[in-house]
RNA sequence: GGAUCAGUAGCUCAGUGGUCAGAGCAGGGGACUCAUAAUCCCUUGGUCGGUGGUUCAAGCCCACCCUGAUCCA
């Protein structure tokens, strides 16, 4: 069979940030794949890259006080790291910010630009003059022109889910500075995409998912928009050959990424690019994530095909991880970088978890932390580990050390497994992981039947060369089963290449019998998660996001304590002590805590805000606060306050109101609405 | 606001319109002791999100609704 050509990728980790859980399922993913490849005797290459450019890099290398390359590269140490850690096999991982891309992105824009194909357009941009640059939408904050909400960044609103140009925002204001941007006009270039419809539209159907392409086709109903391809300066990319002060924006280098990655490792090995890219017998996948569908599957296509190179083979989407069924929340503890969950947990639980969950397709996957610890603990420990942990030291203990020759049953078991092995490697070839992992866990469900059945721990006290040939048939059934997890579990398979003492396991090698041969001494083959451990990764996940609001905190103390120092004078309370009660009379106030579901101001009433409060009964409540000059009704919504919940109804000009909002008066007469440190249950009564 | 996807046992998920809706884990009971308190046997859990419709037959098809996730360049 002749051997497969693939070039396979995965999208390129932003070198601003910390990678994270979310991050894996990706990369994960990929390097099962691309193992699995490779153990099928093809010929694969897995390139990836840090994207390094753009203006949030630029930007935070400026409050650091230091270059943009210090940034990236003090990034790039960190994050090849967690890969290694990780188990990820790159045959190489690099930089967009490398002479090779810098080559390529000028040669694919040069080559648009010769056909005609690159247009010029005069744009309406934000520009804040202290900073000196224009704004981009998340750079840029102010009030939503939809529901008004305060604080919103420049392209969309969390608050109503609006989605629109930072031009449009009321009051904007630059988010680095807070200064107020002025509108400017500055010529772009575009690269056209309405031409190619024809194209992308045939492309799309051909390339990628239906559920994807369906998406992505209900642009298709209006003229495609071009797209923006560069940024004036300051600009942390490359610069555009020909124009002044222009950059390309960052979303056109970093898939040409792909291609300088994929270069840089040619050239190691005496090739070309255009060895591989171009080869009409190469493969090329890209594994990206949802939200990065249209520039992998419009703009990127469409580039590639008018620059004159090949277009991917195909786009493999994956949906986003959900942790315990929710969005990944930083506030609970579920947002976990890699680096953090390193700490507490292995990498290859982790990769098995993930195994487990994987079919290939679209949709959101959930790590749900409790049957991670499951998982791994029955699963892999408890079924799989543990027939080469009872087989291999019963062998050393009681026979010598050394393998046999199977006994009947042990070799028909083998024999049916070794049947479902084309199922397994067309599962993985359709990414399909966690039908290969149930296949392996019905296999060693099988085996620990048969074992279990043979009764070894008896049978050796009479016949040990009867124990040796069950012993020899469990072994095999449990290397059968390391080979088929190798893609997933590479060191624990480098550990049992070691066990049977032999050279690193394709999957030709599962065809083959060990038997007569010495073992090994056996050594853990993979931990069981003590769930204390994942309870410790949580509460250190959200002890990350304390120390950061504690060091702001830490600062208006000690402003506080300055101000104390200078004014000693002053130190009567603002209002008269109230007169001393009894607990029996504070217990007959019913102080519960209120989730804000909606606010609204009262038309009529300059002083009131409507309230609509969760207190965790069946039905909200209706409550009129007179804290409207302290708070906009946007700030409050998704809020939790503290309300009085058993004062009497007040009928009002405005309606009834079922309670009161407590909130403290400051000396200048505003409002300060008090809630609960952390975010707590609706209805829980303050004692 | 428009759209896409999802909703099946306590949890995670299977389930080409056709017998009584399945698996693993967790829970309960028993067996065993070689093994990382692992394994093996038996077992309790379900208005298949809701309402209507199509059909001899609906978890599956259609409509509307509810909930969640995501996208709107």
Redesign the pocket.
């Given at each position: 069979m002749d051997k497969r050509k693939i070039i396979v990728t995965s999208a390129l980790p932003y070198a601003n940030g910390a990678l994270h859980l979310g991050h894996l399922v990706e990369y994960l993913q990929t390097d099962f794949w691309v193992r699995y490849q490779r153990m099928m005797g093809n010929d694969c290459v897995y390139v990836c890259a840090d994207d390094t450019h753009g203006t949030p890099i630029m930007i935070r290398a400026r409050k650091e006080g230091i270059t943009p390359e210090a940034l990236i590269n003090r990034s790039y140490r960190a994050r090849v790291r967690e890969f290694d850690a990780f188990e990820m096999g790159f045959d190489l991982y690099g930089s967009t910010n490398c002479d090779e891309n810098r080559a390529l992105s000028e040669s694919i824009y040069l080559k648009l630009k010769e056909k005609g194909l690159i247009s010029r357009r005069s744009v309406d941009q934000l520009y804040c003059d202290s900073c000196g640059m224009f704004l981009p939408g998340r750079f840029v904050k102010g009030t939503c022109p939809k529901c008004g909400a305060k604080d919103q960044y420049g392209?969309?609103c969390e608050v109503?889910?609006?989605?629109?140009?930072a031009g449009e925002l009321l009051e904007p204001y630059c988010a680095v500075c807070g200064g107020k941007p002025s509108m400017r006009q500055s010529e772009q270039l575009f690269f056209e995409?309405e031409p190619f419809r024809a194209f992308l539209r045939e492309w799309l159907s051909a390339h990628t998912d239906a559920?994807t392409a369906?998406?992505l086709l209900?642009?298709f109903?209006?003229?495609?928009?071009g797209?923006n391809i560069s940024r004036d300066k300051p600009y942390f990319g490359f610069a555009i050959p020909g124009e002044k002060d222009k950059f390309f924006y960052v979303w056109l280098d970093a898939p040409v990424g792909y291609m300088a990655t994929l270069e840089r490792w040619a050239k190691a090995r005496g090739q070309t690019l255009q060895d591989w890219w171009q080869d009409p017998k190469a493969e090329i996948y890209h594994f990206i994530g949802?939200?990065i569908v249209?520039f992998h599957c419009?703009f990127w296509p469409a580039l590639l095909e008018n620059a004159g190179w090949r277009t991917p083979t195909q786009v493999f989407v994956h949906?986003?991880l959900?942790v315990?069924?929710?969005?990944m929340s930083k506030s609970k503890g579920t947002f976990i970088s890699a680096a953090t969950y390193l700490k507490h947990l292995p990498a290859q639980s982790l990769r098995f978890y993930y195994a487990?969950?994987l079919?290939g397709?679209?949709?959101?996957?959930?790590l749900?932390l409790?049957?991670f610890v499951?998982?791994v603990?029955?699963?892999l420990?408890?079924?799989i580990?543990?027939l080469?942990?009872?087989?291999a030291?019963?062998i050393n203990?009681s026979c010598g050390g050394r393998l046999g020759a199977m006994d009947a049953e042990s070799r028909a078991l083998l024999t049916e497994c070794r049947a479902q092995l084309s199922e397994v490697l067309e599962a993985y070839e359709r990414r399909d992981f966690?039908r290969a992992m149930?296949i392996v866990?019905?296999w060693?469900?099988?085996a620990?039947?048969l074992?279990?059945?043979k009764?070894?721990?008896?049978l050796?006290k009479e016949d040990v060369e009867a124990t040796r040939a069950v012993l020899t048939g469990t072994l095999n059934l449990f290397r059968l089963m390391a080979i088929v997890l190798k893609p997933v579990l590479p060191v624990y398979a480098a550990k049992v290449e070691t066990l049977f003492g032999e050279a690193p396991y394709a999957f030709a090698d599962a065809a083959r019998d060990v038997e007569g041969t010495p073992i090994g001494a056996?050594e853990?083959?993979?931990?069981?998660i003590d769930p204390k451990a994942v309870e410790a990764m949580v509460e250190a996940s959200k002890e990350s996001l304390k120390t950061a609001s504690k060091t702001l905190a830490e600062k208006d103390i000690k402003k506080g304590i300055r101000q104390l120092a200078t004014k000693p004078a002053e130190v009567a309370f603002p209002e008269p002590l109230a007169e001393t009660i009894g607990i029996e009379d504070f217990a007959k106030v019913d102080l519960r805590v209120a989730s804000v579901l909606a606010a609204e101001a009262v038309e009529g009433s300059d002083k009131l805000l409507r309230l609509t409060l969760d207190v965790g009964e069946a039905r909200p409540r209706t409550v009129f606060a007179g804290i409207r000059k302290s708070y906009a009704p946007e700030a409050l919504v998704g809020q939790q306050v503290v309300m009085v919940a058993n004062l009497a109804p007040r009928k009002m000009r405005f309606g009834v109101s079922e309670g009161m909002v407590v909130a403290s008066t400051d000396p200048d007469g505003s409002f300060r609405v008090m809630q609960p440190l952390t975010p707590t249950a609706p209805g829980a009564r303050l004692h």
């Open positions: 392209d969309g109503c889910n609006a989605t629109y140009n995409l559920a369906g998406k209900e642009w109903n209006e003229p495609l928009r797209w949802k939200d249209r419009l949906g986003f959900q315990n069924g929710e969005k487990c969950k079919n397709s679209v949709d959101d996957m959930d749900n409790q049957d499951g998982r603990n029955s699963d420990v408890g079924k580990t543990n080469a942990s009872r087989g030291q019963m203990k966690c149930v866990r019905e060693a469900d099988r620990n039947q074992f279990d059945a009764m070894p721990w008896k050796v056996y853990h083959l993979a931990a069981r």
